[in-house]
């Protein structure tokens, strides 16, 4: 089981691609989690089953946690891996962060360059993260943390000339680079583009998805050849994901906890929550049309998925350069 817990219910930027940048929930729980909080569920995990991992992060930016420092410490008091993922435009508790060194520190980009970055990551600096990579570098080895830390690059439409700049950069700094073609979440709202609900689907919504380098439908058309193939979810059945409360969601996908949340970790035990997710009919209905379109695959090491955005990567710098390609 993976254990992944949002400690914070909010983020400092707004990302369009992301629920924390294009959702319209009103009631999504904001606050940080209380370490005696963290604690007590670490040890009804470990109690119920060992996580192999615990990532203080799902949605939203654990870098604004106050105590972010002493949240490490406790996961690294249970003997389990603590795993991070940042957009590290904040600076305010890298120190306390890297002298509790956490196993696992990534690191989200989406350029080099502001005109870039901006448009992914929005209300952020690639200066000020840069800037912080360097403080990031310097606490590691002043505390001879041997943290993975790792440049996560995303990668749209426009900015693919700017990897290689990031990855000189990163790599310079000791820190292990590694890519991704972006997405739009959450599911929930991938779903509403796929049935054409309009009413939970904005203009700039629109905008996003069409700057998306792997393209949307025919990413759609791929994951679908693959739906009979899943067999089961292991988003479903390996991950087990808390809010800054303690309330358990149906997967690290979704992010309308009105809908989605079925229950207090603490209150059940892990088998009848995940009894509860299965037999929610709102978590039964949208976990039955994700694997119809064999969403889960996005997940998986599939070639076809990556050549599919080569693809058309291909095809659009072809046009710009006035040549077809020939196959």
């Known amino acids: 089981m993976r254990l992944y817990i949002d400690v914070v219910g909010r983020c400092n930027l707004k990302c369009p691609s992301c629920p924390m940048g294009n959702a319209s929930v009103a009631d999504h729980v904001g606050g940080s989690m209380p370490p005696e909080l963290l604690r007590r569920i670490l040890e009804k995990a470990v109690g119920e089953t060992k996580p192999e991992f615990v990532g203080l992060y799902n949605w939203t930016e654990p870098l604004l946690h106050p105590r972010i420092g002493e949240l490490i410490e406790i996961v690294n008091g249970f003997g389990l891996p603590c795993y991070l993922s940042t957009n590290l435009n904040i600076a305010k508790r890298l120190d306390a962060v890297m002298k509790a060194a956490p196993y696992f520190l990534r690191i989200s980009v989406s350029g080099f360059t502001n005109d870039t970055y901006r448009k992914h990551h929005e209300g952020g600096d690639i200066e000020v993260v840069k800037a912080n ?7 590691r080895d002043k505390y001879r943390a041997d943290t993975r830390i790792e440049l996560f690059y995303l990668r749209w439409q426009g900015n693919l000339d700017e990897e290689f700049l990031m990855q000189e950069y990163a790599e ?6 590694r890519t991704e073609w972006a997405w739009f979440s959450p599911i929930e709202k ?33 994951t679908l050849k693959y739906a009979p193939m899943l067999g089961r979810c292991t988003f479903f059945d390996d991950y087990l994901v808390l809010d800054c409360a303690g309330r358990t969601a149906l997967c690290c996908g979704v992010y309308d906890q009105e809908r989605f949340t079925v ?5 059940h035990p892990l088998a009848e929550l995940m ?17 119809g379109y064999g969403l889960p695959a996005l997940g998986l090491d599939i070639p076809e998925l990556g050549n ?14 006035g040549v077809s390609l020939v196959s």
Do not use: W
């Open 133 to 139: 990579m360097r403080t990031l570098a310097e606490l």
């Open 172 to 177: 310079s700094l000791g820190f292990v680079f």
């Open 190 to 222: 991938v779903l509403a583009v796929l049935s054409n609900d309009l009413t939970r689907v904005t203009m700039k919504d629109v905008a996003t998805i069409e700057r998306l380098a792997r393209p949307f439908r025919e990413t759609i058309q791929t």
């Open 263 to 267: 229950g207090n970790y603490l209150d």
């Open 275 to 291: 009894r509860l997710k299965a037999a929610d009919p709102e978590c039964s209905q949208t976990c039955r049309q994700c694997m």
């Open 308 to 321: 599919v955005a080569i693809e058309h990567v291909l095809k659009r710098y072809a046009a710009k350069l």
